[in-house]
Nanobody, 126 residues
Framework: VQLQASGGGLVQTGGSLRLSCAAS????????IAWFRQAPGKDRSFVAA????????VYTDSVKGRFTISRDNAKNTVYLQMNSLTPEDTAVYFC????????????????????WGKGTLVTVSS
């Protein structure tokens, strides 16, 4: 499975962006898909994830109410809608996937994901 993230760019504080994660094959309906990000000088961290079937959607606290993860199974694409962006959201964003049936305690772990795409850079100016 190959994943390709896109949609990053430069945006002002308070602006919005929508990131896309396109999969090379039919994965979005059966895989758990997640977004992670790596800010300058920091480790990569969890942002959001959606389990296959949509039975579980999880966000890190700092993006709750601002970011929304969704999927279009017909297009094999997962989206991350990001609103009310702040400079603290500046990072390289990565999408990841796994066939594992992750649960609440494991869905945030990077080691749980088998497939990773190259990142897309989001820069939020103040």
């Amino acid at each position: 499975v190959q994943l390709q993230a896109s949609g990053g760019g430069l945006v002002q504080t308070g602006g919005s962006l929508r990131l896309s994660c396109a999969a090379s094959e039919r994965t979005t309906s059966t895989y758990t898909i997640a977004w992670f990000r790596q800010a300058p000088g920091k480790d990569r961290s969890f942002v959001a994830a959606r389990r296959s079937g949509g039975s579980l959607t999880v966000y890190t606290d700092s993006v709750k109410g601002r970011f929304t993860i969704s999927r279009d199974n017909a297009k094999n694409t997962v989206y991350l809608q990001m609103n009310s962006l702040t400079p603290e959201d500046t990072a390289v964003y990565f999408c990841a996937a796994t066939t594992q049936g992750l649960i609440l305690t494991t869905i945030r772990r990077q080691t749980a994901y088998d497939y990773w795409g190259k990142g897309t850079l989001v820069t939020v100016s103040s």
